[in-house]
């Protein structure tokens, strides 16, 4: 039997933001129904997806079936703490991407054909964000214009030392293309300057920590 899917993650998504899906299963009169999902997850820059499959649950009553994955794939994520001595911290276990693959069991089909549809609608997390939104499924990047992709930033107007640790944080979804970095200063003595850095990134969906202290 087919079931219908009523509700999607955000394409992209904090690890500890709501990550649901939602469906619904139809025919519930069937002995034995258990609704089975499967997640289908790799890191940033691996080709080959891992599986893990997720506990058989039984649809409530109106045949609805919501799965959360936040904490699931919060815990296939973990921090890469910036380096102190490099300009660029590639923080690719930071990024997943991920679908599921859904099926109906029951007594007279144990062990029915995956439904893979899910797989042409691929999601992205990254590690961080809050466990609790003032509204469910609220999501941070919603509100960013796609050509503002840092993920971390310092006040305006800020007076550092010259070794103070300082970093930056950047995801870049796209598949290829130069990264730049535009750095203007004021110093103490009223001078200013600007400069541009080419980094040279070009890898798919990936995430960046850059070291933007003076000394840098």
């Given at each position: 039997?087919?079931?219908?899917?009523n509700e999607?993650?955000?394409?992209?998504a904090?690890?500890?933001?709501?990550?649901?899906?939602r469906?619904?299963?139809?025919?519930l009169?069937?002995?034995g129904l258990?609704?089975?999902?499967k997640?289908?997850?790799?890191l940033a820059?691996?080709?080959?997806?891992?599986?893990?499959?997720?506990?058989?649950?039984?649809?409530n009553?109106?045949?609805?079936?919501?799965?959360?994955l936040?904490?699931?794939?919060d815990?296939?994520l973990?921090y890469q703490?910036?380096?102190?001595?490099a300009?660029?911290?590639?923080?690719?276990?930071q990024?997943?991407?991920?679908?599921?693959?859904?099926r109906?069991?029951?007594?007279a089909d144990?062990d029915?054909?995956?439904n893979?549809?899910?797989?042409?609608?691929e999601?992205?997390?990254?590690?961080?964000?809050?466990?609790?939104?003032?509204?469910?499924?609220?999501?941070?990047?919603?509100?960013?214009?796609t050509?503002?992709?840092?993920y971390?930033?310092q006040?305006?107007s800020?007076?550092?030392?010259d070794?103070?640790?300082?970093?930056l944080?950047?995801?870049?979804?796209?598949?290829a293309?130069d990264?730049?970095?535009?750095?203007?200063?004021k110093?103490?003595?009223?001078?200013?300057g600007?400069?541009?850095?080419?980094?040279?990134?070009?890898?798919?969906?990936?995430?960046?920590h850059?070291?933007v202290?003076p000394v840098?």
């Open positions: 039997m087919a079931h219908a899917i999607r993650p955000h394409v992209l904090f690890s500890k933001n709501d990550i649901c899906y469906y619904t299963v139809s025919d009169s069937r002995a258990f609704f089975s999902a997640l289908r997850y790799k820059g691996q080709s080959v997806y891992q599986e893990l499959q997720l506990m058989p649950m039984v649809p009553a109106d045949g609805t079936v919501i799965i959360y936040n904490q699931i794939i815990s296939l973990t703490v910036p380096s102190a001595t300009l660029v911290t590639n923080a690719s276990c990024v997943l991407v991920y679908h599921l693959h859904t109906e069991i029951t007594n144990a029915p054909a995956w893979t549809h899910e797989g042409t609608k999601r992205t997390a990254l590690k961080g964000g809050i466990e609790q939104n003032r509204w469910s499924r609220n999501n941070f990047f919603t509100y960013q214009s050509n503002k992709k840092w971390t930033w006040p305006n800020r007076s550092v030392f070794n103070q640790p300082l970093y944080s950047a995801y870049i979804p796209y598949a293309g990264f730049w970095i535009w750095v203007e200063w110093c103490s003595d009223g001078s200013t600007q400069r541009g850095y080419d980094l040279s990134l070009s890898a798919y969906n990936s995430y960046y850059i070291n202290n840098f």
